[in-house]
Every structure is written in C-alpha cells, then in structure tokens.
C-alpha cells in the first residue's frame, strides 16, 4: 500500500477507465504512469508509460502467490494539467 501524508494532493478516480481494472503480466505495455501493486505480494512499483512492465524474474514468488500480476494504485501526473 502506498504512503501519503496530510497535505498530499491526491484526487480520487472514478475508476472507470480500463487502466484501473486491468491486471497486466511481466512486459506488457505500461498504459499510464503511475505506482502498480503487485497482486501475490503487494509489492509496489512505479512504471512510466510506454515502458514495459518488469520481466518475470524482478522478483519471486512462492507457489501460493501465483504469478506477478501489476495493477494500477496510483496514476501519477505526469503532464502537470
Ligand atoms: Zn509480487
């Protein structure tokens, strides 16, 4: 989970767009910048797009955790609007 502090400007999403529900592997394209979970250890990165995500050996799992899955946390603004 990421960290903010009072006085953080942080603006809630309605969430519709497909980049807050889509769950995306190791080196699929990185749809918006921003702070992604990873979904079996919640680990956190963050990924500017149109990079790709981490391969798969950024970091292990155990069996129980399944694969790395990213999804979006925070959508960072990268345009300064
Ligand atoms: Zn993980």
Redesign the pocket.
């Known amino acids: 989970m990421s960290w903010w502090i009072d006085g953080s400007k942080l603006t809630k999403s309605d969430g519709k767009k497909e980049w807050w529900t889509t769950v995306y592997g190791p080196g699929d394209d990185v749809p918006v910048s921003g702070i992604y979970r ?6 956190e990165i963050t990924s500017n797009a149109p990079d790709r995500f981490p391969p798969q050996n ?2 292990q ?1 155990s069996a129980a ?1 399944g694969k ?2 990213w999804k979006l946390n925070v959508r960072t603004n990268t345009t300064g609007e």
């Open positions: 990873c979904l079996g250890c919640n680990r950024h970091h799992h955790q790395i899955r």
